[in-house]
């Protein structure tokens, strides 16, 4: 067979690729993940319940605005790596920005309260309990963005991997925000920040091993 030949056989019924078909499918995964990590924290943890009341409410958003901030950017950024030599349109300023945010307010709350209560708003009566559950319960969405990614073509595994534990992390801090009581912002700030950079970094290191192709 002769070049031009080949060339025309594998050129006959070619079908349109299918541009978004990799978006919707991360973005459904991370809504599966979303939904299993709301499950898990009501039944393991349960859901606090005065948030019918306005103030409980108020502070249940602005714990929820810097996680539900970092699962946006960071779901955008995996599903530019998810294919070859995404992670040259990856910014890693706007993947920071909800962290420099929530730390700034944090540092201009402390500013403003007696120094006798910085230990109380930084330590606050669930600080173990956040430390562990986030980066545990984090695990359930990490596999599900883990699996969808294997179907992918990512060139930088790393990266990849960080930015899948960064969403996974994300997640479970916004499932997690609706069990916590500790409204203060520096907590939020060093906890749930800490515990989602946690889960980032686990991401990376074991991006290479899970989604080597």
């Known amino acids: 067979m002769k070049?031009?030949?080949l060339i025309a056989l594998l050129s006959t019924n070619v079908e349109a690729v299918d541009r978004r078909q990799?978006?919707?499918e991360i973005l459904a995964t991370?809504?599966?993940g979303a939904i299993a990590v709301i499950g898990v924290i009501s039944v393991m943890l349960g859901i606090r319940a005065d948030l019918l009341q306005t103030?409980?409410?108020m502070f249940l958003l602005s714990k929820l605005a810097p996680a539900a901030g970092?699962?946006?950017v960071a779901s955008v950024y995996l599903m530019r790596m998810a294919r070859p030599g995404g992670e040259e349109r990856v910014a890693i300023a706007w993947?920071?920005?909800p962290f420099v945010a929530v730390m700034l307010l944090a540092v201009i709350r402390l500013a403003f309260a007696p120094a006798s209560h910085w230990n109380t708003m930084i330590m606050g009566d669930q600080w173990l309990e956040c430390?562990?559950?986030i980066p545990i319960i984090a695990v359930v969405p990490f596999i599900a963005v883990v699996w969808v990614m294997r179907r992918m073509?990512?060139?930088n595994l790393t990266r990849a991997g960080a930015l899948a534990g960064l969403v996974a992390g994300g997640l479970s801090a916004v499932g997690y925000a609706l069990h916590c009581t500790d409204d203060s912002l520096p907590f939020v700030a060093l906890w749930y920040g800490g515990t989602i950079a946690l889960c980032t970094f686990a991401g990376a290191k074991l991006g290479p091993h899970l989604l080597r192709w």
């Open 131 to 133: 430390l562990l559950s």
């Open 70 to 72: 970092i699962v946006v």
């Open 153 to 155: 073509a990512p060139t």
């Open 22 to 24: 990799v978006a919707r």
């Open 95 to 97: 993947i920071a920005l």
């Open 30 to 32: 991370i809504a599966v």
């Open 55 to 57: 103030e409980p409410l």
């Open 3 to 5: 070049t031009d030949d």
